[in-house]
């Protein structure tokens, strides 16, 4: 059974940096069938994707384009987890921060398992 | 591509059926639809992948059907643990991952 464990801080002052970690049991980041991604929900309740990172014989990132200029995704494959890193965050940023797997089968792909959310408070 | 759904709000009571509604602003391969439930406090959770595979535990309760642009997730009999919010998502577009508003289920 594939879990994701979060952690990092819950309040970020605004032009720092918010960084979050999330520790994968049952599954590796180097996984060739999965991807490791970051999903914010606003408290408006709008699920956000911004970004990935995955391992094809070489690793990659895709990031959103709102937040591209801002943001990144690494893995550590020595502790098997992946972090985010997104840097001058202002209020707008404050959201439920989650890290999600995403798991290609034939029968498709979807989002699962998810981390347990994280609140994160940029004032 | 952006994703609506339809109702925002659907108001039922236990034992009927829901039928939610997600429609794409273009094309989506069905492989790469999938809805997703979420409670108050708790992070969304895998419902359908592929358009109309149950994920593991899911009950039969729960249909995905549709392809191309309009998608629909079926509740039959709903159960009072079944009022929540669902989410639809595609992948493969643009933005590479996007999510629909969301359909609360609750309570007439």
């Known amino acids: 059974q594939v879990q994701l464990q979060q952690s990092g801080p819950g309040l970020v002052k605004p032009s720092q940096t918010l960084s979050l970690t999330c520790v994968i049991s049952g599954d590796s980041v180097s996984s060739d069938s999965a991807s490791w991604n970051w999903i914010r929900q606003s408290p408006s309740g709008g699920l956000e994707w911004l970004g990935r990172?995955?391992?094809?014989?070489?690793?990659?990132?895709d990031y959103a384009e709102s937040v591209k200029s801002r943001i990144t995704i690494t893995p550590d494959t020595s502790k098997n987890q992946f972090s985010l890193h997104l840097n001058s965050v202002t209020p707008e940023d404050t959201a439920v921060y989650y890290c999600?797997?995403?798991?290609?089968?034939?029968?498709?792909?979807?989002?699962?398992?998810w981390g347990q959310g994280t609140r994160v408070t940029v004032s | 591509i952006v994703l609506t759904q339809s109702p925002g709000t659907l108001s039922l009571s236990p034992g009927e059926e829901a039928t939610l509604s997600c429609r794409a602003s273009e094309s989506v391969s069905s492989t790469y639809l999938a809805w997703y439930q979420q409670k108050p406090g708790q992070a969304p959770r895998l419902l359908i992948h592929g358009a109309s595979t149950r994920a593991n535990g899911i009950p039969d309760r729960f249909r995905g059907s549709g392809s191309g642009t309009d998608y629909t997730l079926s509740i039959s009999g709903l159960e009072p643990e079944d009022f929540a919010v669902y989410y639809c998502?595609?992948?493969?577009?643009?933005?590479?991952?996007?999510f629909g508003p969301g359909t609360k289920v609750d309570l007439k």
């Open positions: 999600a797997r995403f798991y290609l089968t034939y029968l498709g792909g979807s989002f699962d398992p």
């Open positions: 998502q595609q992948y493969g577009g643009s933005p590479l991952f996007s």
């Open positions: 990172t995955y391992f094809r014989s070489e690793w990659s990132t």
